[in-house]
């Protein structure tokens, strides 16, 4: 099947984004010291239910039991809402929120800050963020998917930090997970082209440590081998005529130095 969405697609993929997205916007003052994962989830739920009328795709998603997912310091990604994780002070956490709104999906993550962090975990959020924006950079049509994860792996290894190889990006549309699978390492020039038109996510998980990872015996939390902290971001985003547009952009963030999309681009797009 054809990665290359049509413009009904892209128009309905918009809104999913910024769905996604306000549910982190929605859930940001909550997250403090003495607030467990499983309020944290309960609370996306009904906002999500009740307020967006959308689905929670994680929910019941190959079996995962929750609506949204908790990864909290060495957790790398899926961890699962519990009552018995209470945030504490100088814990960071990724929210990962994946919508379905009128059967398209809308999926981004970003790290939140609890309390006051250590200098190595401020460092490793900062440094994966910087991270998904070169990413980002390097999308534009003629460019290839191992321009992207060379611009990650370059960025977290001047910093000493790993990146994490056994989970990656992904397409993404009327299906959660779909091809291309985006890798956030790389050599430039290498991999699928990218054209106008292809939706996928970019969301690079960085580990202070070695990049290797261990699957809990709950089968979905994913821990970093060596203990120490993990961190992630994820965007969703088009591929346009003349380079990307963030479907999943929160109101806080400055992508103005990324190339965006020109009415040309719409209408070109309009044609697909
Ligand atoms: N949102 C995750 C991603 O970025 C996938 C979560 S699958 C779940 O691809 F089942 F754990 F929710
Ligand atoms: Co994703
Ligand atoms: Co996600």
């Known amino acids: 099947m054809s990665m290359i969405k049509t413009a009904d697609d892209i128009a309905s ?4 984004g910024r769905l996604a997205a306000d549910v982190l916007d929605f859930i940001a003052p909550f997250v403090k010291p ?7 989830d309960r609370l996306c739920h009904n906002y999500m239910v009740d307020v967006q009328k959308v689905i929670p795709a994680p929910l019941n ?10 990864s909290v310091n060495h957790v790398i990604c899926h961890g699962i809402p519990t009552e018995k994780k209470v945030l504490k002070n100088g814990d960071i956490i990724n929210i ?9 999906h809308g999926d981004t993550s970003k790290m939140f800050l609890v309390g006051e962090c250590s200098v190595l975990a ?3 959020c900062r440094v994966s963020q910087e991270c998904l924006y070169l990413g980002l950079a390097a999308v534009r049509p003629g460019a290839r998917l191992g321009d992207i994860g ?29 091809d291309p699978q985006v890798l956030h390492y790389g050599k430039p020039g290498t991999g699928m082209l990218l054209e106008p038109g292809m939706i996928f996510t970019i ?31 994820e965007h969703m985003l088009l591929v346009t005529d003349t380079g990307v547009e963030v479907l999943t952009q929160r109101p806080e963030e400055d992508l103005s130095h990324l190339s ?7 209408v070109a797009l309009t044609r697909v």
């Open 122 to 124: 401020e460092k490793l």
């Open 260 to 266: 965006t999309p020109t009415s040309d681009t719409q």
């Open 61 to 70: 998603y190959r079996g995962f039991p929750k609506s949204i997912c908790t």
């Open 203 to 233: 969301e690079p998980m960085i580990n202070a440590g070695t990049y290797h990872t261990r699957l809990l015996p709950d089968q979905w939390t994913v821990v970093t081998r060596d203990h120490k902290l993990s961190a992630q971001w």
């Open 150 to 178: 060379h611009a990650i792996q370059t960025h977290a290894e001047a910093n000493r930090f790993s990146v994490v190889r056994d989970y990656c990006g992904h397409g993404i549309g009327l299906v959660f997970h779909e």
């Open 96 to 104: 990962d929120i994946t919508v379905i709104k009128d059967g398209y």
């Open 34 to 40: 003495g607030i467990t994962t499983l309020e944290l």
């Open 13 to 16: 993929m918009r809104i999913a």
